[in-house]
C-alpha cells in the first residue's frame, strides 16, 4: 500500500481509504492504471461493475466503452491497433476503411497519416501532419474537410499537447479499403 501511494503522489492513509471505500479521483485512476501496467479502459470498467448506479445506467455506460472506439488489436505487430475511420476526413481514406494504427509512434512526419479522435464526437479520422516552428496543421486534402492550423508558441511540450488534446492515437502503418 506504502509503494502504490508514493508512486501515484497520495498519503498512505489515503491510499488506504481508495481502497476501503472512498471514490478516488480521476487522476489517480490514470496513475493508477499506469503504474499497475492495466489498459486504463479496464480499470473503468471494474470501477462500472463495482458502481451503485441504476443496472440501465451502468449498461449503457458498458455499451458506450464498447463500442465507443471499435478498437481492435492488431495481430500484424505488437502497438498496433485496427480502428475503423468514422468521420469523412482525409481524401485517400473513405469512411468505413480500417486503419492499423502504430500507437507507440507519434513522431511527426510530412509524408505520413495520423489517425485522429474527434474529442467533440468521439469519430476517428485521419490526416496529414505539418509542423513548423510556429505552426501545426492537420491536412485533409479534401473538399469536404477544411485543414485546421494551430499555433505553437511554447515549442515541443506545447505541440504534445496540441496532439493530444487533438486526440492524436499514432501513426498509421496500414489501411484497409472498403468498397
Known amino acids: 500500500m506504502g509503494k502504490v501511494a508514493?508512486?501515484?503522489?497520495?498519503h498512505r492513509n489515503t491510499?488506504?481509504?481508495?481502497?476501503?471505500s472512498r471514490d478516488p479521483p480521476f487522476d489517480y485512476l490514470v496513475e493508477f492504471a499506469a503504474l499497475v501496467d492495466v489498459p486504463f479502459h479496464e480499470v473503468i470498467l471494474k470501477r462500472l461493475s463495482d458502481s451503485n448506479a441504476s443496472d440501465s445506467a451502468i449498461q449503457r455506460a458498458f455499451d458506450s466503452i464498447n463500442t465507443e472506439t471499435k478498437?481492435?488489436?492488431?495481430?500484424?505487430?505488437?502497438?498496433?491497433?485496427?480502428?475503423?475511420?468514422?468521420?469523412?476526413s482525409h481524401s485517400i481514406v473513405p469512411v468505413g476503411s480500417i486503419?492499423?494504427?502504430n500507437v507507440d509512434d507519434k513522431s511527426v512526419d510530412a509524408d505520413s497519416l495520423y489517425c485522429f479522435k474527434n474529442p467533440m464526437s468521439g469519430e476517428h479520422f485521419i490526416s496529414k501532419v505539418q509542423v513548423t516552428s510556429k505552426k501545426l496543421k492537420l491536412i485533409f486534402e479534401s473538399p469536404e474537410k477544411k485543414d485546421l492550423e494551430f499555433s505553437i508558441d511554447s515549442g515541443e511540450s506545447e505541440l504534445k499537447l496540441i496532439l493530444k488534446t487533438l486526440g492524436l492515437i499514432g501513426k498509421v502503418t496500414k489501411i484497409e479499403l472498403s468498397f
Do not use: F, M, N, R
Not at 508514493?6 to 497520495?10: A, K, L, P
Not at 481492435?72 to 469523412?88: A, F, H, N, V, Y
Open 6 to 10: 508514493e508512486c501515484t503522489g497520495v
Open 15 to 20: 491510499q488506504s481509504k481508495y481502497e476501503d
Open 71 to 88: 478498437l481492435e488489436e492488431s495481430t500484424d505487430q505488437p502497438g498496433s491497433l485496427k480502428i475503423e475511420i468514422t468521420e469523412q
Open 99 to 101: 486503419a492499423h494504427i
